[in-house]
Structure formats: structure tokens, C-alpha cells
């Protein structure tokens, strides 16, 4: 986010009746009339903001993605080389389960664009030798998104699908 709203003000409203709703429902069954009754505001106010529901979305998704890819960035400076990618991977998952994302991130980001938490996963493939480093950076974000939707929209054990994505990486 460009700014950081200040509480009580109708952006901070929006921003956290958004995060809950979209967490709660996904993009496309989140409705802007009730994030708007949520934030105690009109849906004008939400299109006064962010101009689309689909821009609003992109907002609140970039910011949870940035402050995840903050945490995987930090882990993987920490780690030995050959544990850089594991633990960056199972830092991104861990983050996403700690700041109860819900369907904003287990859901495919309908805008259809870069994603940057498979593009740093790709860097630090190649960076450990990976011939096909970007390759595998998308297929590990792939794995992370169907790992935490099996946890968001089935009940999957949180521990469970950790085990999973840490057999990935293990050789």
C-alpha cells in the first residue's frame, strides 16, 4: 500500500472489512456492498478509494504478498545455501497460516499477472544451481497455493500439508 490509512478513517475501515472478506469468501463471492456495510461505509466510498473491486483485491493481496515475501527474504538470508529455498518455502506457508490469509491467497489472483513469491522462489532455485530455476519457482508457488487452499477450503491439517512441502525440498 502506498500509505499506511490511519485507523477509524474510511480507508482503514475498508482495508480491514476487505482483508475479511475476501480471507472469508475469495474474490469472486466477496460482494463490495457487504465489505461496504462491514466498514460501516457506502460502496461509493469503496469505488471513491480503490476505483474497482478488482483493484481493491489487488491492493490488499500485493500488501499480504509483500509483507510475506519480507519474512521469506529475511529466513532465506539466514539459512545455510543448500536450505534457502526449503526454508523460504515453508517461511511463505507459515506466514500465510499466521496472518490467517484464508482465500485471499489460496485462491488463484484473478488478474492473472506476475507472482512474485514464484519468481524470488525461481531466483533462489537458480542461485542454488536449479537448470530450470524459474520453472521450478512456479511449480513451488503452485504447491504452496494448493497446500494452504487444501488447508482453507477442506480442512486440511495445517501440519499436514507443512510435511508435504517440506518432503518437496527434501532430497
Known amino acids: 500500500m502506498s500509505h499506511i490509512p490511519i485507523p477509524g478513517t474510511t480507508q482503514h475501515k475498508l482495508i480491514q472489512a476487505g482483508l475479511k472478506?475476501?480471507?472469508e469468501m475469495g474474490y469472486h463471492k466477496a460482494e463490495v456492498d457487504d465489505i461496504a456495510a462491514d466498514a460501516g461505509v457506502t460502496v461509493?466510498?469503496?469505488?471513491?478509494?480503490?476505483?474497482?473491486k478488482k483493484k481493491f483485491y489487488g491492493l490488499l493481496r500485493d500488501d499480504v504478498i509483500l509483507r510475506i515475501l519480507d519474512r521469506m527474504e529475511a529466513v532465506a538470508d539466514a539459512a545455510p545455501p543448500d536450505q534457502r529455498l526449503k526454508s523460504a518455502l515453508l517461511t511463505a506457508y507459515d506466514s500465510m497460516i499466521r496472518l490467517k490469509t484464508g482465500r485471499l491467497?489460496?485462491?488463484?489472483?484473478?488478474?492473472?499477472?506476475?507472482?512474485?513469491?514464484?519468481?524470488?522462489?525461481?531466483?533462489?532455485?537458480a542461485a542454488s544451481g536449479e537448470e530450470a530455476g524459474e520453472e521450478l519457482g512456479i511449480i513451488l508457488a503452485e504447491a504452496l497455493r494448493a497446500a494452504f487452499a487444501q488447508v482453507v477450503e477442506h480442512d486440511g491439517s495445517e501440519a499436514a500439508m507443512r510435511s508435504v512441502l517440506n518432503r518437496l525440498l527434501t532430497s
Not at 512474485?116 to 533462489?124: E, H
Open 21 to 23: 472478506r475476501f480471507a
Open 105 to 125: 491467497l489460496s485462491e488463484p489472483d484473478p488478474r492473472k499477472g506476475d507472482n512474485p513469491v514464484a519468481r524470488y522462489l525461481g531466483q533462489l532455485a
Open 44 to 52: 461509493g466510498a469503496l469505488y471513491h478509494h480503490y476505483k474497482s
